[in-house]
């Protein structure tokens, strides 16, 4: 599950000056273990220094762990397949983003990436009902495979797209977009706003925050209908959106988000959200002489945690396939069970609360309250 494949460049097309869309072809062998559901990712290494034939395949996290190498989450945007010729993602550039600016400027056919299997929980798996999205920029890619997929497979569904990008040049999938809208009149209905452009068509222009929002859903949209709410996109709009639909009443368990580019917030705030429940109060002592035990694919061992580090930090040391892309909190490739112990974990963009309910936690993000915590990644 967290062995990464060197997988072939099949095309790299552009859809705006800083993005592109990579398609990877998957072979025959590999297609069953690439299957994915609507709205999942994948994470693409990159070893630094590594020609564009990426040459540098080995199956190693450890290079990542001294910093030799850069991974990423990129959404899946085509519709959902249990067995996929192709992965396609979009990959906006961003500034000095490692990996996007790489994707973007270098990679061509012929090149081989790295990629994990497909993960995450930003999912929609089809069914009857009327479903709705806010996207800002990038933050699209993996509602376009929500839509598509729910659009095609379930004749009793509608959704709507409310998308914000800064520019009509700058919005990625245009195409793709126009193409749902034509296949299903009556059951897509797209909103776009521009935030730097006027629009002609009368549409909204300006920034969706959560006052806007909180004015104009209620004009498109049968709020208490919708059977869920699926935001993505940069840190601010998801928490204005979020905000937003629990000022609208709409229940915490309808609301799905993801977030991208995180790399400059804060911390996630200390509290119930980012402490696995029934952690203690006994923190700091406990840390310094902690040790974790952790089970993956299968085989488990127990090790003493160094100082600062967190729980993924330790294991990497000694179980270098241990899973992880982002070592931010967001993109959830290194969710572990916790079997026993407590952690805190500094911030959480990725796992909802019923994961947290069910004793889930990021790795990369826990640090021991317990003086020995033991995890389960295979869980
Ligand atoms: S590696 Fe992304 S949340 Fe931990």
Redesign the pocket.
């Known amino acids: 599950m967290s062995t990464f494949h060197a997988l072939r460049v099949a095309s790299v097309d552009r859809l705006t000056d800083d993005s592109v869309a990579l398609t990877i072809a998957v072979p025959p062998e590999l297609r069953s273990l690439y299957g994915y559901a609507p709205g999942q990712h994948i994470a693409l290494r990159r070893h630094r220094g590594e020609g564009a034939d990426g040459s540098a395949g080995a199956d190693s996290g450890s290079a990542a762990y001294t910093g030799s190498e850069v991974r990423r989450t990129y959404s899946l945007c085509a519709p959902s397949s249990d067995a996929p010729e192709t992965l396609r993602v979009g990959i906006r550039g961003i500034e000095g983003g490692d990996f996007s600016t790489y994707a973007v400027k270098e990679l061509a056919p012929g090149d081989t990436v790295d990629v994990l299997p497909p993960a995450g929980r930003f999912v929609l798996e089809p069914r009857p009902g009327h479903f709705a999205a806010v996207v800002g920029g990038s933050g699209i890619t993996p509602v376009l495979s929500i839509a598509a997929t729910l659009l095609a497979r379930e004749p009793e569904s509608r959704f709507c797209l409310i998308r914000s990008d800064r520019s009509t040049a700058s919005t990625m999938f245009l195409e793709e977009v126009a193409d749902l809208k034509d296949r299903f009149p009556h059951r897509f209905q797209l909103v776009t706003v521009l935030s730097r452009e006027e629009q002609q068509s009368g549409l909204p222009s300006g920034r969706l925050d959560t006052e806007r929002l909180r004015q104009l859903l209620p004009a498109l949209l049968p709020v208490e209908e919708i059977a869920g709410w699926y935001l993505c996109g940069p840190l601010g709009l998801v928490e204005g959106a979020s905000r937003a639909m629990r000022e609208l009443g709409v229940p915490r368990g309808r609301i799905h988000q993801e977030i991208f580019h995180v790399t400059d917030a804060p911390a996630a705030p200390a509290g119930e959200a980012a402490r696995a429940p029934g952690a203690g109060a006994d923190g700091a002592a406990a840390a310094r002489a902690a040790a974790v035990t952790a089970t993956l694919d299968g085989r488990s061992g127990s090790w003493p945690m160094n100082e600062g580090e967190s729980v ?1 930090e330790t294991v990497l040391r000694h179980r270098a396939d241990a899973p ?11 969710r572990v069970r916790l079997v026993s112990g407590d952690v805190h974990m500094e911030r959480n963009y ?1 796992l909802e609360e019923d994961e947290l309910e069910a004793g889930y936690v ?4 826990s640090r021991p309250l317990t003086s020995a915590v033991e995890v389960d990644f295979d869980g």
Request: hydrophobic content about 40%.
């Open positions: 993924l992880f892309a982002c070592k931010g909190g967001v993109c959830g490739t290194c990725a990021l790795a990369c993000q």
